[in-house]
């Protein structure tokens, strides 16, 4: 056991869902050419007035209305003052004092056990630019500056110092991005920056304790690698702390290749941004009647889902898990559940041969080669004994490969399974005079030769033996 607690707070900036950026027109499309999606008010240029995305704004509502926030009715957007090459202005518009939501938290489990953590606040802010730093000829000595996501809109979520681990840091990450995806607010990717997490972590002797001085882990591009860089400066911060030294107020970078974190800069406290009001935009104002409307749009949540999947659909807790995770494969997996009438086969199917079919081709979800409805039929034909299931999973690669549904398909390739008695009596007369060793091993006790003889039929029929039927028949020969 560590001497220390472990005090973890996290910071989450979510880009907002919209087509254009939070103050001007220019698009937000990720992978353009550098510098094409800019123009005077992203870019700063003298005399270029910023105009709020009204469509921003209701999304960011609904964030906050969907975390349990207090909306206020008036917010107020501020400069942060702070030099980088990749921020146009040399500020940065965001929101301080008087953010647009304060308060509400977020249900999730480690091990199966329920946490919640407290959010301080969400606020509204635009995004900098881009630094990069290889891939030119020059890169060695000059840093190019991509201007393309300045002023892309953000909401940041602020969590209070709730969480104790690594494990939960991970467990929360997960859970936010599956409710912002469900909402289709954000689209959760974070190879593309849509979704940055920075991790504020301090340690303690214990919860009477004041906290320690925390540092700020940044260059945090996936959720394990926010528990991997948590994990190691636990570890720094043990052995320092051990050692009778004192933790310096930082921002770390974390290094994956290395699995380390090392000191970025000294941590900025607010002071050193000079806050203070923008002038250029009015207060935001939100009306009760625009809550009332935008709460009416929110979707079932993930939390919600969950349970209706445990408790209805008598999914077990890992499939209801993985299945809430994503909107677009809860989606997918309610259209097949409700096509073939049995929400756990459709679960099977969907974390299995799906997932797997998806995995290899590198798709998403929203990609998929078999459309749900021809899933959801394909197992209709396995529940009624049509097919078998080996013979399924055969039919679902074709379907895959050319896009037709599974009906078809075994119509054309004589794939119907035989459910023909006599026709089965037949060919496992033909297997047991082909096979008398083994069918004197059976008959002499060792039954275990059952499988080999089995195998044999289901050869002979290509696998389209119905296999309880063609077992149950195999057996009653075998007594004769």
């Known amino acids: 056991m560590s001497a220390f607690e ?28 550098a510098n094409t999606q800019v123009c005077p008010v992203c870019l700063g240029l003298p005399g270029a007035l910023p105009v709020l995305n009204g469509g921003a704004v209701e999304m960011a509502i609904r964030l906050a209305v969907a975390l349990d926030c207090t909306v206020h009715h008036n917010s107020l957007f501020a400069r942060k003052n702070y030099f980088y090459p990749d921020l146009p202005k040399g500020y940065q518009i965001s929101q301080f004092d008087h953010p647009y939501a304060t308060g509400g938290g977020l249900d999730f489990e480690v091990d199966g056990k329920p946490h919640r953590v407290t959010l301080t606040r969400i606020h509204m802010e635009e995004d900098a630019g881009k630094s990069v730093h290889e891939g030119y000829p020059d890169s060695d000595r000059s840093t190019y500056l991509d201007f393309n996501r ?6 940041e979520i602020v969590t209070e110092p709730e969480l104790s681990s690594p ?19 954000c689209d959760g990717n974070m190879e593309q920056g849509s979704l940055r997490c920075d991790a504020n972590i301090s340690l303690r002797r214990g919860a009477s304790e004041p906290l320690g001085d925390r540092t700020e882990l940044k260059n945090l591009n996936s959720f394990r690698n926010v528990q991997r860089a948590l994990e190691y400066e636990i570890a720094r911060q043990t052995e320092i702390l051990g050692e009778g030294g004192r933790v310096e107020q930082e921002t770390r970078l974390y290094d994956a290749d290395r699995g380390e974190t090392r000191t970025m800069r000294s941590k900025e406290d607010s002071p050193d941004y000079r806050y203070f009001p923008e002038p250029d935009l009015p207060p935001l104002a939100i009306s009760e009647e625009e809550l009332t409307r935008l709460r009416a749009t929110l979707p079932e949540l993930p939390t919600a889902r969950r349970r209706r999947y445990l408790d209805e659909m008598g999914l077990a807790a890992a499939a209801a898990d993985y299945l809430v995770l994503d909107g677009d494969v809860a989606a997918y997996f309610e259209k097949v559940a409700a096509r073939c009438q049995d929400p756990q086969v459709a679960a099977n199917w969907v974390m299995g ?19 749900a409805e ?41 794939l119907a399974q035989i459910s023909d008695e006599g026709a089965l009596e037949a060919i496992i007369q033909d297997v047991l005079a082909a096979n008398p060793d083994q069918v004197s091993q059976y008959r002499a006790g060792k039954t275990t030769v059952l499988g080999y003889l089995l195998g044999r039929v289901m050869q ?14 195999l057996r009653a020969a075998l007594k004769a």
Do not use: W
């Open 6 to 33: 472990t005090v973890i707070g996290l910071e989450v900036h979510t880009q907002l869902n919209t087509r254009s950026k939070l103050f001007c027109g220019c698009a937000t499309r990720f992978g353009a050419p």
């Open 150 to 155: 300045a002023g892309t809109p953000l909401c």
């Open 167 to 185: 494990a939960e840091a991970y467990a929360f990450l997960v859970r936010l991005k599956a409710v912002v995806t469900c909402l289709g607010v």
């Open 353 to 371: 041969d799906l997932t797997r079919l998806l995995n290899d081709r590198h798709l998403s979800m929203a990609d998929a080669p078999v459309p």
């Open 374 to 414: 021809d899933l959801g039929d394909l197992l209709k034909e396995i529940a009624a004994g049509a097919i078998s299931g080996k013979i399924g999973k055969e039919v679902f690669q074709v379907m895959a490969a050319e896009g037709r549904p599974p009906g078809e398909i075994i119509a054309e390739r004589g």
């Open 460 to 473: 002979a029929t290509r696998g389209q033996a119905n296999p309880k039927l063609a077992n149950r028949l």
